[in-house]
């Protein structure tokens, strides 16, 4: 409605003008309601073409949507283990939480029979342990038993042998052969006991030491499980749709127990989906403004800070069917990050708010360069300039939009 009153001001006046001071036809005489396509045609089809090429122009250089809204992000909560609840520490069904701070509580009897079992294997090597030091003291005993036995066959054969160099006839033949056979099997005994003394030595220095080290992994397993049990915030942030009560079972595939909202969610940004015919348009950089329906009647200058370079509605993902182009039913659109131009703009806006967005193309730094030309320079000036029109509808919509929403919308 403003660029055809706008235009018409060129347009349709002038022709008007001419009418009624050059050829002296006045309203409701030659110039009636009947008459005034023949007597302002030209004024109007001027009008007209003029209109549509303005608004071509203020929509593709300084694009327009409805579509701009401060998303945030959820995290669902959780448990990483099926389980059933046992304590909620939570009053209601929504709150604030700090980091660390416990939600809500399963019940750990599983968790804590394991923890108690793995501190039961690690007092049992500990004992363990103590009796391999006594068996290791049991065989240095029968070492030193089997060497002094060992010593004693060795003197008695010593003796026997020199008894029989000087007389032979005084010791029989046997009887050295049986202390030989003694003497060896003394030196096995010594053999027995410092192998066994050897294999406790082992035992206590790797064996129990390592079973030792796989209790206490057990152990801290088991605490780690057992802490699992009890839910906590990962950031702060506020609760919502928090209706877990004890007794309730949790998956965590299937059954969420509520949504975490991160307390910066939302605040500090906006993303708004731009038409794909203004993806040569849009750039970082450009001067944005927004009104939203949770702060209305207010107009926040932004500023785009990115530009996503791919559609959403053009992604696939590998499956069983091929992919026919025309199942894409919406055409998808430029999604547009927008952060405020001054500290704080955003405050008020509540995250998911409605917004509408505009952006505007300014070319002043390209004029001022000195490389356009006069013509050139002229329409890019023109260009900056359509932008007020735009600046104005947007604050037309953003006085009118509670009254459309509290009135006429049935919002009251």
Avoid at 82 to 97: C, M, T, W
Wanted: glycine residues 8%.
């Amino acid at each position: 409605m403003l660029e055809l009153l706008l235009c018409s001001l060129l347009t349709i006046l002038p022709d008007y003008l001419y009418r009624r001071y050059g050829q002296g036809k006045r309203i409701g005489k030659e110039i009636t309601l009947f008459s005034m396509w023949f007597e302002l045609r030209w004024g109007i089809i001027t009008c007209l073409m003029l209109t549509i090429g303005l608004i071509t122009v203020i929509f593709y250089h300084h694009p327009s949507t409805t579509n701009a809204t401060a998303l945030f992000r959820i995290i669902p909560i959780l448990p990483e283990t099926n389980g059933r609840v046992a304590e909620v520490y939570l009053d209601g069904v929504s709150g604030s939480v700090k980091q660390g701070s416990p939600i809500f509580r399963l019940d750990s009897s599983k968790q804590e029979a394991a923890v108690e079992t793995s501190r039961r294997k690690i007092f049992e090597t500990e004992a363990a342990m103590v009796v391999v030091q006594a068996d290791i003291l049991s065989a240095e005993g029968r070492i030193v038993e089997a060497k002094s036995s060992y010593q004693q066959a060795v003197d008695e054969l010593e003796t026997k042998q020199e008894i029989y160099r000087r007389n032979p006839g005084a010791v029989a033949v046997r009887d050295i052969e049986k202390l030989k056979v003694a003497v060896e099997g003394r030196q096995g005994s010594i053999d027995a006991a410092t192998a066994a003394k050897a294999q406790a030595e082992a035992r206590y220095s790797a064996l129990l030491p390592a079973e030792k080290a796989s209790a206490e992994a057990e152990l801290a397993q088991a605490e780690v499980d057992l802490s699992k049990t009890v839910i906590r915030a990962g950031i702060d942030g506020r609760i919502e749709q928090f209706t877990l009560r004890v007794g309730d079972v949790v998956n965590p595939l299937m059954r969420p127990a509520g949504v975490l909202i991160p307390i910066e969610a939302g605040r500090g940004r906006l993303q708004a989906g731009f038409a794909q015919v203004e993806a040569q348009i849009m750039k970082a950089g450009m001067a944005a403004e927004v009104t939203c329906a949770s702060k209305p009647w207010t107009v926040i200058p932004m500023v785009v800070t990115g530009v996503q370079d791919f559609i959403a509605a053009g992604q696939i993902r590998s499956g069983e069917q091929l992919m026919d182009v025309q199942q894409v039913a919406r055409p998808g659109t430029i999604l547009v990050f927008l952060e405020p131009l001054y500290e704080g703009g955003l405050d008020g806006v509540t995250p998911g708010s409605s917004c509408i967005a505009n952006a505007y193309t300014s070319n002043h730094d390209l004029i001022a360069s000195g490389e356009v030309g006069a013509v050139r320079g002229f329409a890019l000036h023109a260009v900056d300039a359509v932008a007020l029109v735009h600046a104005m509808i947007l604050r037309i919509q953003a006085l009118v939009l509670p009254i459309q929403t509290l009135v006429f919308g049935g919002g009251h």
